[in-house]
């Protein structure tokens, strides 16, 4: 079956979000709604991407996007069935031609510490691990 690989549009959410939701490996909260994710898409137009069959069903799904210095990639998912045919590849390529013609350098991804397979298929594509400790603080309530 064709796969097609178009940009992530706000109506995609609720299939991306169902398909992270029964991925393994994906670290979901409220960033991921609907309102989060759509006004990432905005701030980042084009960047993100699905996959998509012939008949509509989206089957992979990625969010990428920059704050104008760094890139970074979110949920990479690919439904099980579908995977080993380079979907996961040409989502990851979608959002990093737009990241290289943005003139942005360096793309960041956070991988959940326990999900080998996952950091597997970064590596074995010349990913690297990095020396920086990530920290994180809320903002509000
Ligand atoms: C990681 C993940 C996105 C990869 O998706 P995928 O569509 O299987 O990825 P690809 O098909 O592009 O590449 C996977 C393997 O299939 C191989 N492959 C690609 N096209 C192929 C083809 N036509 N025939 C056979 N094998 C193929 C690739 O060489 C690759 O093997 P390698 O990693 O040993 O090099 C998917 O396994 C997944 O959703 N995992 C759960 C979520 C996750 O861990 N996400 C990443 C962390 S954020």
Not at 47 to 57: F, L, P, Q, Y
Not at 104 to 133: H, M, Q, S
């Amino acid at each position: 079956m064709d796969i097609h690989i178009r940009s992530f549009v706000p109506d995609d959410h609720a299939a991306a979000l169902a398909l992270w939701q029964r991925t393994e490996g994906m670290g979901l909260n409220e960033s991921d709604e609907a309102s989060a994710v759509s006004m990432f898409l905005a701030r980042n137009p084009g960047c993100s991407a699905v996959a998509v069959t012939n008949d509509g069903r989206l089957v992979g799904a990625m969010l990428c996007g920059h704050d104008g210095r760094r890139g970074s990639l979110h949920h990479l998912a690919v439904e099980p069935g579908f995977r080993q045919h380079g979907v996961g590849r040409r989502l990851v390529e979608h959002g990093l031609a737009r990241l290289a013609a943005a003139g942005i350098v360096k793309c960041n991804i956070f991988v959940v510490p326990d999900n080998a397979e996952g950091t597997e298929f970064w590596l074995r594509r010349g990913w690297y691990r990095t020396p920086w400790l990530n920290l994180q603080t809320r903002l509000g309530t």
